[in-house]
């Protein structure tokens, strides 16, 4: 007889959380007013405007993409009335735009204009009702990786020396497929029935906009939560005189860190007590998954703590994250007792979060043209409210998975 056991997941931000989905807020379909972002639709907004200022859009049509989003921006009260509030902004975040809006930023050889177009790549989210979510496809795999390493007994190592990235990226590719087979698909090669991760189950988890707390005087309020539009910088490990590359000017939603109970999801773990082809040779529960997660991203975390610290990056977090994961701490009590787990998911986690110790191949830049290739990364993709920011900033990724009594 097979046994199914269901629980409920609490999962808490720890650090800002990027998940991609593959789209943007377009400058055409959202304004930035008063420290908010707001999407619109622009049917909706022309319809709100007379026909002499529809005229204007048509004219504006004809000449770029700068005159559309100057349009737009100056009618931006209209958008700010009949759009929808999806997310905060700070200061230096809604200056950028502002300076930027509708604007030529540069100017290339030949007096060709460029502009910078104001795409912001927004979170994962419900396409019905616009709230952030986790995948649950996201969330197994952070956990399918720490597994990966908590059963692994060999090494895997691709050779790198001497050889064209694409025979390097085929066998690093090879070298993945050959550890999940050998580890969590051993019965049978190739086959999904032997798959011990299709025992687990994880739904997508659904952002909780808004919570009840607790004032200093005791009253119950109710705390509106949102996600926020924050800068994507990349620091050196180790600075030296050259810049770390990559560092564009772009803004990203992200889920702030430290949002209590922020998203909710269900989980569901199958048992097979039969024995056959089709059986697992190993079959995971909430307490392996546990074990092997803080195993894996504790030591992660460690690694990252180490470097932020060195070098002042995120003073005020790694303290603030010390104290949660101490013997005395919300976190640090959850994963004493069994009941929770650090995990990292989404964009900017940082290879040494989303591959095994196999060891690793992490492809190095090393200025235009040339690479090289290493066994952990030599910069940190950080969130910062502010481009030239070099404190007081955070990593991505950082969540707390709790299973609910």
Request: proline share 4%; aromatic share 8%.
């Amino acid at each position: 007889m097979n046994f199914l056991e269901t629980f409920d997941l609490s999962i808490t931000t720890l650090s800002p959380v990027h998940v991609g989905c593959g789209e943007d807020y377009e400058p055409t379909g959202y304004i930035i007013d008063g420290q908010r972002l707001y999407e619109f639709d622009p049917v909706a907004l022309m319809r709100q405007l007379p026909s002499s200022e529809r005229e204007d859009f048509a004219k504006a049509v004809d000449k770029g993409l700068r005159e559309i989003q100057s349009f737009f921006y100056r009618h931006k009260a209209v958008a700010v009335q009949i759009g929808r509030y999806g997310a905060d902004v700070n200061a230096a975040a809604q200056a950028f735009y502002d300076n930027r809006i509708g604007r030529v930023v540069q100017r290339e050889q030949g007096g060709k204009n460029v502009l910078n177009k104001l795409e912001i790549a927004r979170t994962a989210f419900n396409s019905l009702s616009g709230q952030p979510i986790l995948p649950g496809s996201s969330l197994k795999g952070a956990i399918r990786t720490a597994l990966l390493e908590s059963l692994r007994g060999k090494d895997y190592t691709v050779v790198t020396r001497g050889r064209e990235e694409r025979d390097i990226k085929r066998d690093a590719s090879r070298m993945n497929g050959q550890l999940a087979e050998d580890i969590l698909n051993s019965s049978s090669s190739n086959s999904f029935a032997t798959d011990a991760l299709r025992l687990l189950k994880i739904s997508d988890a659904s952002f909780r906009p808004k919570i009840k707390v607790k004032d200093k005087e005791g009253n119950i309020k109710e705390l509106v939560r949102r996600p926020r539009i924050c800068f994507q910088v990349n620091r050196k490990k180790n600075p030296n005189q050259f810049q770390a590359g990559g560092n564009i000017n772009t803004l990203l939603e992200c889920l702030p860190g430290n949002l209590l109970n922020s998203f909710a999801a269900s989980c569901a773990i199958e048992r097979k007590a039969d024995s056959g082809s089709k059986t697992p040779d190993f079959q995971p529960d909430f307490a392996a998954i546990a074990q092997a997660c803080n195993k894996f991203y504790r030591e992660r975390f460690e690694a990252e703590r180490e470097v932020l610290k060195k070098q002042k990056y995120a003073l005020p977090w790694v303290e603030s994250m010390e104290k949660r994961l101490s013997e005395i701490g919300v976190q640090g009590k959850a994963i004493a007792s069994g009941q929770g787990f650090l995990l990292r998911v989404g964009r900017h986690s940082g290879a040494e979060s989303i591959t095994v110790d196999a060891p690793r191949t992490i492809k190095i830049m090393k200025g235009k043209g040339n690479s090289d290739w290493a066994e952990t990364a030599t910069t940190l993709w950080l969130a910062a409210d502010d481009i030239g920011q070099m404190e007081n900033l955070q990593p991505f990724g950082w969540v707390f998975v709790q299973r609910k009594p």
